[in-house]
């Protein structure tokens, strides 16, 4: 919100997540207090029944989550996305599928993370939704085209500002860039009112209970105090004799930010609010659902989403947290006996707050070197092992069905998540988590930067979680809950043919049987990347060596410093983004 000499408008200074030379701004003029704000996680949860190698770790979703909606913010706030500046070196993972990049945070955790057409389709859907229902109230989204410092710094002067609120956030990136706004507007005369609505509760309210454990950090958030309610909608003044600036400040296309719309493959998940109150509304229509939710018993690989799947709306902004929250609550106080955290849908948003608080009080939360949290480990950064698991040509169907559905679809399940994730790093291919960060950042509609860093560090068994032993099987995991495979079969067609006997392994079918099935493993689908027995024996003895050196350390007083919490504490300066709340498979 900036207030003018005579109007008061609305400022988001946005900055588009993949442009090469031009990053976006976009201004809102009038927007209503709480107006949802457009925010450039894997959410995965304890699970009770696992297969011999299946591991067991708490809900994460690269997922997902954000400040208010129009009709619920909790303030009337805004934030901006982050700047671009591709990576090349060596050293660092890339997702390279966009030619466009961003870094997102990566002046924490140094990985490139481009930024794929779906994730960017919903990001327009959310503004250009923003825009249309700010014109049904007589006002406008206005997209100013630019650096955030150099635009904000022009209209303050154009259009004599005297305050600027916008929505505090946690990132690196988003903390120097507003560092630098709050500077350029001190220089004006402006005054800067920040506003912290993307969490439960602000993230500096945290500091005294950041903790790797779960049921202490929940401790700690039942003594921060009631949540506040969300806001309703007040009147919007009209725009007044603003100038419009070049190109009349419209939303950009796809087009424009360099993709085709045939990039987007599928778009089952439309962005914006309405769409967000929409999907929220079907999923708390069934009371009891909600109340008896428990996210382990939900499916990764089911045809349709058994989750609610609003983690991008809530990363994004489309969807107030707040909301969401007391949505839930009502709902589970109807019950004597509703589910709880951390398995409930509430016990979701409460992972979300866990990550945030952990990004914001940890230094490095996304990277392993200097950051206290995370054991340090000899991962290698074999770009040959990457580009077959981002590319889904491991072998191996279960995990490159769930990447060709996060490739084309933008969303995939937390628990198949899980398996991804532990199979890229400790469980088989020895791939730094650093370099599953980027390519979730670019292939997640709900890339996060707090749950995606904290979920890759958990199922790398590098903070968090310990239990290195435990790890997913790529071949009995999914059978668990699909055993004829018509999961792999729906994002693996040259493996349709395949029998069920052979679905998950298809390299043991008999040659015979493989061509019958017209699929010949080493030429219709890949031979496996490695042999999983093998390579998860070979890996746990590495973790066991890595976790003794780390003791070592720590009891020479040396080391990485990881401990039960974060160590040494940044100061939180905004809220965060998260978790996703997903829905449980009806029975």
């Not at 805004?78 to 961003?102: D, E, G, I, R």
């Not at 958990?458 to 310990?466: E, K, M, V």
Request: glycine share 8%.
């Amino acid at each position: 919100m900036v207030h003018g000499k005579s109007n008061r408008f609305f400022c988001a200074p946005f900055s588009a997540e993949n442009t090469t030379s031009t990053e976006v701004a976009a201004a809102a003029y009038d927007e209503p207090s709480g107006a949802h704000t457009t925010r450039g996680g894997p959410n995965t949860a304890k699970g009770d029944t696992r297969c011999t190698e299946e591991m067991d770790t708490p809900p994460t979703s690269s997922s997902s989550s954000s400040s208010s909606s129009s009709s619920s913010s909790s303030s009337s706030s805004s934030s901006t996305s982050s700047s671009t500046s591709p990576s090349s070196s060596s050293s660092t993972c890339s997702s390279s599928s966009s030619t466009l990049s961003s870094t997102e945070g990566s002046a924490d955790h140094g990985a490139t993370s481009a930024v794929g057409p779906l994730r960017y389709n919903f990001l327009l859907q959310c503004l250009v939704d923003l825009d249309t229902q700010l014109r049904d109230k007589g006002s406008r989204l206005i997209v100013l085209r630019g650096t955030p410092l150099a635009e904000l710094r022009r209209v303050c002067l154009e259009w004599e500002v005297s305050l600027l609120t916008f929505e505090a956030d946690s990132e690196p990136y988003a903390e120097s860039r507003d560092r630098e706004v709050r500077s350029m507007a001190e220089d004006l005369g402006v005054h800067v009112h920040t506003e912290h609505s993307h969490t439960l509760h602000s993230l500096g309210a945290y500091g005294d209970c950041v903790s790797a454990s779960y049921s202490a950090f929940i401790k700690g958030f039942d003594k921060r105090g009631a949540v506040r309610q969300a806001l309703e909608v007040p009147d919007i003044p009209g725009l007044g004799g603003v100038e419009l600036p070049a190109g009349d400040g419209a939303v950009p296309s796809l087009e424009e930010m360099g993709f085709a719309l045939e990039e987007c493959h599928k778009v089952l998940y439309p962005g914006g609010e309405r769409e967000a109150l929409r999907r929220m509304e079907e999923s708390l229509r069934d009371k009891k659902w909600v109340q008896t939710f428990e996210k382990p018993n939900t499916s990764p690989n089911a045809l349709e989403p058994s989750t609610t799947v609003l983690s991008p709306y809530l990363k994004f902004g489309a969807l107030s947290p707040v909301l969401f929250y007391h949505k839930l609550q009502e709902i589970a106080r109807e019950s004597k006996h509703s589910t709880q955290p951390p398995v409930s849908l509430t016990g979701q948003l409460l992972w979300r707050e866990f990550f945030y608080a952990h990004s914001a009080h940890t230094p490095n939360f996304g990277r392993m070197d200097g950051n206290p949290l995370c054991r340090r480990i000899p991962w290698s950064r074999n770009q040959e092992r990457l580009r077959a698991w981002r590319e889904a040509r491991t072998g191996f169907p279960f995990i490159d069905a769930i990447m060709t559905q996060l490739r084309t679809e933008g969303w995939i399940h937390h628990l198949a998540r899980h398996a991804v994730a532990c199979f890229l790093t400790r469980g088989d291919l020895w791939v730094h988590w650093e370099c599953g960060v980027a390519v979730f950042e670019e292939l997640l509609l709900d890339a996060d930067w707090a749950l995606n860093s904290g979920n890759w560090m958990w199922l790398s068994a590098s903070a968090f979680f310990h239990q290195y032993f435990r790890v997913y099987s790529p071949v009995a995991f999914g059978k668990k809950t699909d055993k004829s495979g018509a999961y792999i079969r729906k994002y693996l067609p040259q493996l349709k043919h395949m029998p069920d006997k052979y679905i998950y392994e298809p390299w043991q079918a008999p040659l015979d049987v493989q061509k019958k099935a017209k699929c010949v493993i080493g030429k219709d689908y890949p031979a496996p990347i490695v042999d999983h027995a093998e390579a998860s024996s070979e890996n746990k003895q590495r973790m066991k060596e890595a976790y003794e050196k780390h003791r070592e350390q720590k009891d020479s007083g040396g080391g990485s410093g990881a401990s039960s919490n974060a160590g040494s504490k940044r100061r939180a300066k905004g809220s965060g983004e998260g978790a996703t709340s997903k829905r449980q498979k009806r029975s």
